[in-house]
């Protein structure tokens, strides 16, 4: 049994030295990468334009707008909206969301008053786009065209404002081509909402029918977003949903591209805590796709959209509908905008546990109004379901400290016949109705708890600059003061205490030196989940002095 639990002691040292590591990483700056001279060579990267092709077997392919080589030489002007939970730019040219900052989210607890960037066009590329495709009927250029995300709009005003008391900010761009086709893309904002409402209205003042399509597309900068051993927390990419969540990463894309009829469904761009995603109406059916195009200093990822064709005869009207979700995955409001919605929030394999356990937490903080108190309280739940279990390794471990001295007088006498010495032991642990592994059972116990409650912190945008009490205002950060690490390493130190020594001396040092290596591990670990931790081992410490003290004398 002592060496059962000096595996699983070390076995849990290493799991939290990996999580460490990925906890280090993912604090780490992002580096962006350049596209390898591999995926430059690709075939399968579409190096000429960013518009995507109208398919379709009676139809030629549209003219595209070249892409653009340096967007810095591109004269852009921008619209502001200001909404109360956005600051968005939106370029004139394509109407397209180029910047926009989440005003409920700060960039973190130091800076309360600074805003999240998620989209953005200055730094890094990370932007929507969407636009029109114009069909050629019979291989013959018979215009208009339709405006994609190079063609200028005009608007009325350049900034738009979500006063006070008004549940919606309707902002509209006009195109209008040499053909008497006007479109007009049409923002609709509204408030306490995430979601915008793009729509196109094609009116018709021509001789001719319209025929085309609506493309919806997210384009972002390279970031290795891959997760691994070594870096587990989080994955930066795409995603899409077809009945089921699939995520192609960036070098997935350069790889092989996407291409494929999907009904309903979106179409996203993934970080931690947040996303943007295109959103298909439930039975509308898209081409989804991927690309690659340059940029200036390396390649873009783009993921999209497209729909099949509309037509609109001469006088007459018509319209395409879109929805682009831009901002935090918060689980329970988006999974009511669309399926597939909340398993942005991706828990990988702990999702059956992850689940749950975030939905208990999510129902006690609705009362206490304290994640760190949620926490407390879920540890002291689980506590109670497992307390026979633990109750029953626990006693298992006071008849085994009971019994030591023979144990003792065992080793000693067969200490040259080591068959001898297991048969000796087993017989003794029958005897006394010890369970030889019992010692274990509250280590496995807490294992996948910990690395369920682990995952919930790491994603769940809720948990994100939580505050607690005192000292502690971000549960999703490490502890500032390094006090509650402290605080679990002295709880494991009396918990190693009341356990039954050790036989071998290398096992009781390691044992004595495995709380100091913890909280040092743990320092780095979100303040949730040290929080968690501490607080079992003082539920633990209670309910093993209990029993060992009531079994003492048995």
């Known amino acids: 049994m002592d060496n059962q639990r000096f595996f699983l002691y070390i076995s849990l040292l290493m799991v939290s030295y990996l999580l460490w590591s990925s906890w280090s990483k993912e604090n780490a700056p992002i580096v962006e990468a350049q596209l390898t001279e591999k995926q430059l060579a690709s075939p399968s990267a579409n190096l000429e334009s960013d518009v995507p092709q109208s398919a379709s077997t009676n139809t030629a392919p549209t003219e595209v707008t070249p892409s653009l080589s340096n967007r810095k030489e591109v004269k852009n002007d921008f619209v502001v909206v200001e909404t109360d939970v956005f600051t968005l730019h939106i370029n004139t040219r394509g109407a397209d969301v180029h910047r926009a900052l989440l005003k409920t989210y700060p960039v973190d607890n130091d800076q309360k008053d600074v805003p999240l960037v998620l989209l953005d066009n200055e730094s890094i590329t990370y932007i929507s786009q969407s636009g029109l495709l114009h069909d050629r009927v019979n291989n013959i250029d018979v215009r208009p065209l339709a405006p994609n995300h190079h063609n200028v709009y005009t608007v009325e005003n350049k900034k738009y404002i979500l006063a006070e008391g008004q549940d919606e900010l309707v902002i509209p761009f006009y195109w209008h081509s040499d053909n008497d086709v006007l479109v007009t893309k049409t923002y609709r904002f509204k408030r306490d909402k995430f979601l915008i409402e793009v729509d196109y209205k094609i009116s018709n003042q021509g001789q001719q029918d319209w025929v085309g399509r609506q493309y919806r597309q997210l384009r972002h900068s390279y970031v290795s977003g891959e997760r691994s051993l070594l870096r587990l927390p989080t994955y930066t990419g795409s995603a899409y949903y077809d009945k089921k969540y699939e995520k192609i990463s960036f070098d997935d894309m350069a790889e092989e591209p996407l291409e494929k009829e999907v009904v309903g469904g979106w179409a996203g761009m993934l970080q931690h805590y947040f996303f943007s995603a295109w959103l298909a109406e439930e039975f509308e059916n898209n081409f989804y796709y991927t690309n690659v195009v340059k940029n200036a200093v390396g390649s873009d990822y783009i993921i999209g ?192 205490k009341l356990n039954p020594r050790p036989p071998d001396p290398m096992q009781e040092k390691i044992f004595m030196i495995m709380p100091v290596f913890m909280s040092v591990f743990m320092a780095f670990f979100p303040a949730g989940l040290v929080l968690y931790w501490f607080v079992n081992n003082l539920l633990s410490i209670c309910q093993q002095w209990y029993i060992t003290r009531k079994y003492a004398n048995d």
């Open 305 to 496: 959209m497209r729909s099949e064709p509309l037509k609109v005869a001469p006088g007459e009207a018509a319209e395409f509908k879109g929805r682009l979700y831009t901002g935090p995955k918060l689980q329970k409001r988006i999974e009511k905008i669309q399926p597939g919605l909340e398993l942005t929030t991706d828990y990988g394999i702990f999702t059956p546990l992850c689940k749950p356990l975030f939905w208990i937490l999510d129902f006690i903080h609705q009362y206490v109004k304290n994640w760190g108190w949620s926490i407390i309280l879920v540890t002291l739940l689980i506590k109670l379901v497992f307390y026979r279990l633990s109750a029953a390794s626990y006693k298992s471990m006071a008849r085994m400290r009971k019994v030591q001295p023979k144990m003792t007088s065992l080793r000693e006498r067969y200490a040259d016949d080591k068959q001898k010495l297991n048969t000796a032991m087993w017989d003794l642990y029958k005897k006394e109705k010890i369970n030889p592994l019992g010692g274990c059972l509250p280590i496995l116990i807490q294992m996948p708890v910990f690395l369920s409650l682990y995952w919930v912190l790491i994603e769940s945008v809720e948990m994100r600059h939580a505050p607690f009490m005192l000292w502690v205002q971000d549960l999703s950060s490490k502890d500032p003061l390094f006090i509650l690490p402290l605080l679990m390493g002295i709880s494991m130190f009396i918990q190693f």
